[in-house]
């Protein structure tokens, strides 16, 4: 998230480290209730605070300075915002969801090697993250052993499991079981469908 705010790596680090500091020396992660809400928003919208305030105190400092400011007139600024740049709030939710996504793929490669389907799980993993090109199936099945149609079947099954490991991944963060659907529709939304 704040890679994509500030839009300087270094910066990021710097801001990251000062949050943290504050919000882990300060007694400020007390305030979080599940009662308002998830922890993952209660943590961005601490983020979204603290950088505005850090701004607030930033510009103080620069209003001092005895430059007087010039008026941009709104018709003479061109739109110059990067309408394919991902918000910094759609970031944050992108990369929850890579890790979930992660994370529930090396789960399901333990389910896979512990039931002796390890190469089974290498070849499909490009089909279930949507990296494998078009007419990949056949070289991946002839390396398992299969038929096209056997290895489209397996697929179909390790999207499932799959499904399954996100489940159990997103209901370990949550208190209400209820949630893990929206949380799931989220996911999905932030991976891009």
Not at 71 to 86: F, K
Not at 139 to 149: D, L, T
């Amino acid at each position: 998230y704040l890679r994509h705010v500030l839009r300087d790596s270094d910066a990021a680090r710097d801001m990251s480290h000062a949050f943290f500091t504050m919000i882990l020396g300060g007694g400020h992660i007390g305030s979080a209730d599940r009662e308002r809400g998830r922890f993952r928003s209660y943590l961005l919208g601490a983020v979204k605070h603290f950088v505005s305030r850090q701004r607030e105190i930033h510009l103080s400092l620069k209003r001092g300075s005895g430059l007087q400011p010039v008026s941009l007139d709104e018709v003479g600024v061109p739109d110059i915002r990067d309408h394919q740049v991902m918000s910094p709030d759609a970031a944050f939710d992108r990369q929850w969801a890579l890790t979930v996504l992660e994370r529930s793929l090396r789960a399901l490669r333990a389910e896979c090697q512990s039931s002796g389907k390890e190469r089974l799980f290498d070849q499909a993993r490009p089909f279930l993250t949507g990296d494998a090109a078009h007419g990949d199936q056949g070289a991946a099945a002839v390396v398992c052993g299969m038929n096209v149609e056997a290895f489209r079947v397996a697929v179909h099954r390790l999207k499932r499991q799959l499904r399954q490991c996100m489940k159990a991944e997103i209901a370990g963060t949550l208190e209400d079981d209820g949630a893990v659907i929206d949380e799931m529709q989220i996911l999905f939304e932030a991976l891009g469908g």
